[in-house]
């Protein structure tokens, strides 16, 4: 499966742009975030979390927390859907005579996000995410497919609870006088359980580790390389666009799961926001994602790149001075994903932010 490594919240406020005092706005939700445990690029939220929280050039503190609701439940290969016959009897390494069929990766994530700004200049970011990931497969079934591969006794079933990668990032916005370009620096640190952590908890599988793509981490440091660049582009609407590249550059040696790498993955958003109401604020933002598959003699290497797009509308509410409440709904417009994985038909993101 493709990681959408984890993971992450998103905030516009173009103070430095405008006469307006208005409050942190969500113009995504997800890119702060550590990605997803999975390294499958549906599994975790592309949302531009820069654009929501870190943008302003007012010097002070913001704390975050934000839900992510994401269930991948349809099985796709390609640019189409696939069955599950397809995986057994077309599958993605023909050298295994087979293929594993996933029945479903309910994935919800809970972030906490602290933000201190000592001037206009420079930002710098905390995002501590908590893991809750059900996760259901009938393993690896030998061709031909059969109706007997996905009877209800073969289905293994585990759970994943607990804190995920930590991510801490730098931001300097000192090149214009406008503060609206940015460059970013940062680091995934392997803070989250993986490796033989977690185990199936019922059916054939049971008693034996869950796959290292599932894991509440990924086990790596990884290095986040970033820049954005946002702009009123009349008197009712801001616009923002960012990038960031992830790698991993480093694994914590002699422990479990340590023959495994997570694809590099690099995401891009562009977005819109309506800014003429003091007290609601629209947006709509596109979010794409390009993750190559993972490395390692524990790695599935097949089923886990990837190039999603999607579009994001949500609406940010201020309910007091410091305080913004926010939604956003995340819809696939496009997905072309190497061998089988699961996909989800929608994503969602609610939060609060308040900053002092």
């Not at 931001?171 to 970013?184: E, R």
């Not at 995934?188 to 054939?204: D, Q």
């Not at 509410?317 to 994985?341: D, E, K, M, T």
């Amino acid at each position: 499966m493709l990681n959408p490594s984890r993971v992450p919240v998103a905030r516009l406020t173009f103070r430095s742009l405008t006469r307006r005092a208005l409050p942190a706005v969500l113009a995504g939700a997800c890119a702060l975030v550590p990605s997803a445990a999975s390294a499958c690029a549906s599994c975790g939220c592309t949302l531009s979390s820069d654009a929501a929280f870190g943008y302003s050039s007012t010097a002070g503190w913001r704390l975050s927390v934000q839900y992510d609701y994401l269930n991948q439940d349809t099985l796709r290969s390609g640019t189409h859907t696939a069955s599950v016959a397809d995986v057994v009897n077309a599958p993605s390494n023909p050298a295994l005579g087979g293929g594993e069929i996933e029945h479903g990766t309910l994935n919800r994530y809970l972030t906490l996000g602290l933000t201190y700004s000592p001037n206009a200049n420079w930002h710098f970011d905390l995002r501590l995410p908590y893991i809750d990931r059900d996760h259901s497969t009938y393993g690896q079934q030998q061709s031909p497919y059969v109706p007997a591969d996905t009877a209800p006794d073969q289905l293994s079933v585990a759970h994943v609870a607990g804190l995920g990668d930590i991510k801490l990032l730098a931001s300097y916005q000192g090149f214009l006088p406008t503060h609206n370009l940015g460059v970013q620096l940062g680091l995934k640190l392997p803070t989250g359980a993986y490796g033989s952590a977690n185990l199936f908890r019922s059916g054939p599988g049971a008693g034996t580790p869950l796959d290292n793509s599932l894991q509440a981490g990924t086990g790596s440091t990884d290095l986040v390389l970033g820049g954005y660049y946002h702009q009123a582009i009349s008197q009712d609407f801001d616009a923002f666009v960012n990038g960031q590249f992830q790698s991993a550059i480093s694994h914590a040696p002699n422990t479990p799961g340590s023959d495994f790498r997570p694809g590099n993955s690099l995401t891009a958003s562009v977005g819109l926001r309506y800014a003429n109401h003091p007290g609601l604020s629209p947006s709509l933002q596109v979010n794409l994602l390009r993750r190559l598959a993972d490395t390692g003699a524990l790695a599935d290497t097949t089923d886990t790149a990837g190039t999603i797009a999607y579009v994001s509308p949500g609406l940010t509410a201020r309910l007091a001075p410091r305080l913004s409440a926010y939604a956003f709904f995340q819809v696939p417009l496009y997905s072309n994903l190497s061998g089988y994985q699961l996909f989800p038909r929608w994503t969602g993101s609610l939060g609060l932010s308040y900053g002092w």
